[in-house]
C-alpha cells in the first residue's frame, strides 16, 4: 500500500486493523476513537474516498493508496486544514484530522457551492467538546476557499 505517497509493506496478521497499522507506522494523526466506525477519529481517505479506519483490515488496503491528513498537505495547509485553523474549528484537537478528511471527500464529491443545509450535511463525525458551530463554519469557509479561481502559481 501506499500511505501519503510512501510505498509501505503489510507484514502482520490478516486481522490488524488498518487504523493499528498506520498508527504502528508512526501515522500518529490517525486516531483511534470508538472502534466501531462512529465517531469518524480514525478517518483516512482510501483510494480518495474517506473511510473509517478501524473498520478495515489493513490487508484489504494492499494495493491502495491512503492518504492521511497530513498527506493531503502540499506546499502548506490543505484549504480545508486551513479553514479549520482559520474558524477556530478545533478545542482539544483529537478529532480534527478525521474531520477534515470527511470534509475533503466530501468537498471533492459535490458542488462547493452547495447551500448551507447540504454543508451542514457533511458533518457526520463526532466532537466531545465543541457545540460543532465552528465546525459548520470551517466547512463553509473550505467550500468557498475550494470553489475560489486558483490564482496562477
Avoid: W
Avoid at 510505498?7 to 483511534?32: A, I, M
Avoid at 465546525?135 to 490564482?151: F, G
Amino acid at each position: 500500500m501506499v500511505v501519503n505517497g510512501r510505498s509501505l509493506q503489510l507484514e502482520g496478521e490478516p486481522r490488524l486493523l488498518l487504523v493499528d497499522f498506520l498508527r504502528r507506522q508512526g501515522y500518529t494523526e490517525v486516531k483511534r476513537g470508538c472502534d466501531e466506525g462512529r465517531c469518524g477519529a480514525c478517518t483516512v481517505l482510501l483510494d480518495g474516498k474517506a473511510v473509517k479506519s478501524c473498520t478495515v483490515f489493513a490487508p484489504q488496503a494492499a494495493g491502495h493508496e491512503i492518504r492521511t491528513a497530513k498527506g493531503i498537505m502540499g506546499a502548506g495547509l490543505h484549504p480545508v486544514q486551513r479553514a479549520f485553523l482559520e474558524e477556530y474549528a478545533l478545542q482539544c484537537g483529537f478529532c480534527t484530522h478525521g474531520f477534515v478528511m470527511t470534509v475533503t471527500d466530501y468537498l471533492n464529491s459535490v458542488d462547493p457551492s452547495a447551500n448551507d443545509e447540504t454543508l451542514k450535511l457533511s458533518v457526520k463525525n463526532l466532537c466531545r467538546c465543541t457545540g460543532y458551530v465552528n465546525i459548520i463554519k470551517a466547512v463553509k469557509k473550505a467550500a468557498k476557499l475550494l470553489s475560489a479561481p486558483q490564482q496562477p502559481s
